[in-house]
């Protein structure tokens, strides 16, 4: 299942940048050097890193350590399950069909949209005013 020291995998979400390598192990999920409960206070973030782990059977014995740039905590969160999502594919062929039925292999390419000169936001124009 593993060649050498893991498998090495990154993962993208908004402008934030996941790079996950899984290795043979407890069932540890670190990020950034803190465990990953902690760096992720919210239980839907947490949820969300957990959710490619919980599809594939057999994954409570790997450790996943990611190292995480970009973004705030939702788009990191949504990176990590992608990084994830593309170790688990590299580790083993059979997990293709349910992460891709999941949506987990599916790279969200919704960002923010660039503001625009004469406008408050990117859309939002100034109050119209008739006199």
């Given at each position: 299942m593993f060649k050498g020291t893991g498998i090495h995998a990154v993962g993208r979400r908004k402008s934030a940048v996941a790079r996950v390598y899984l290795r043979p192990g407890t069932g540890q999920i670190v990020v950034n050097g803190k465990p990953f409960d902690q760096y992720f206070g919210r239980e839907t973030s947490t949820m969300v890193v957990r959710q490619p782990l919980q599809l594939i059977a057999g994954t409570e014995e790997l450790d996943v350590i990611l190292n995480i740039a970009g973004g705030g905590l939702a788009g990191q969160a949504g990176a990590a399950r992608h990084a994830i999502s593309r170790a688990l594919l590299k580790s083993s062929a059979e997990n293709r069909a349910p992460l891709r039925e999941a949506g987990f292999l599916t790279r969200d390419s919704r960002?923010?949209?660039?503001?625009?000169?004469?406008r408050h936001k990117?859309?939002?124009?100034a109050q119209f005013s008739k006199r």
């Open positions: 960002v923010v949209e660039r503001k625009k000169y004469g990117a859309r939002k124009r």
